[in-house]
């Protein structure tokens, strides 16, 4: 079973930047499409960004649209998320997972889900 853990959370002002990641164990982890989620304190888990198995980002909520970008190294089974110009709404427990093919993006996922990274956006 593939273990997911994210990372590289903390404390940002507002307009400030993170960068995420998120370490798969297993070379299974190559095969698949993956998206990094967040989850605000009272509200739904919602797809951020996806990235296709090869690498190819395929997905940006519209809100983090020419801010966010992910990326992966298959070769270190690890997938990023670069954020800028942070917003407090952006608030949340951020995290990663990989959404089985013919399920959409917030369907049935692989792999079991990790311990999420927090992000807090606040002045």
């Known amino acids: 079973q593939v273990q997911l853990v994210e990372s590289g959370g903390g404390l940002v002002q507002p307009g400030g930047s993170l960068r995420l990641s998120c370490a798969a164990s297993g070379s299974i982890f190559r095969s698949y499409r993956m998206g990094w989620y967040r989850q605000a304190p009272g509200k739904q888990r919602e797809l951020v960004a996806g990235?296709?198995?090869?690498?190819?980002?395929?997905k940006y909520v519209d809100s983090v649209k020419g801010r966010f970008t992910i990326s992966r190294d298959n070769a270190k089974k690890t997938v990023y998320l670069q954020m800028n110009s942070l917003k407090t709404e952006e608030t949340a427990v951020y995290y990663c997972?990989?959404?089985?093919?013919?399920?959409?993006?917030?369907?049935?996922?692989?792999?079991?889900w990790g311990q999420g990274t927090q992000v807090t956006v606040s002045s």
């Open positions: 997972n990989a959404p089985i093919y013919g399920s959409g993006w917030n369907g049935t996922f692989a792999f079991v």
């Open positions: 990235i296709s198995s090869g690498g190819s980002p395929i």
